[in-house]
C-alpha cells in the first residue's frame, strides 16, 4: 500500500514540476512579445513609414516563441 501511495505522489510531483515549466516558458514568452510590442511602437512613432515591416518582422518573432510555447507543451505531454 505504501508503494502504491508513493507511486502516485511521484507521478503527481512530476505532474507539477511540468506544470511549472510550462508556466515559466509561457511566462517568459508573454514578457518577450511584450517587449516586442512595446519595440515596434516606439519605432513605427520614429520611422512611420517603416510600419509594415516593422509590424512584419515583430509578428514573425512572435509568432516564433509561439511556437516554441507550442513544441515545449507537446513535449511535456
Known sequence: MDRIQAGKMVSA???NAKVE????????????ASH?????AL??????HAEARLRHIADA???GMTDVVIK???RMG
Open 21 to 32: 515549466v510550462m508556466a515559466e516558458v509561457t511566462e517568459t514568452a508573454l514578457l518577450a
Open 13 to 15: 510531483a512530476r505532474e
Open 61 to 63: 518573432g512572435t509568432i
Open 43 to 48: 519605432l513605427v512613432a520614429r520611422t512611420p
Open 72 to 74: 515545449a507543451g507537446r
Open 36 to 40: 516586442v510590442a512595446a519595440v515596434e
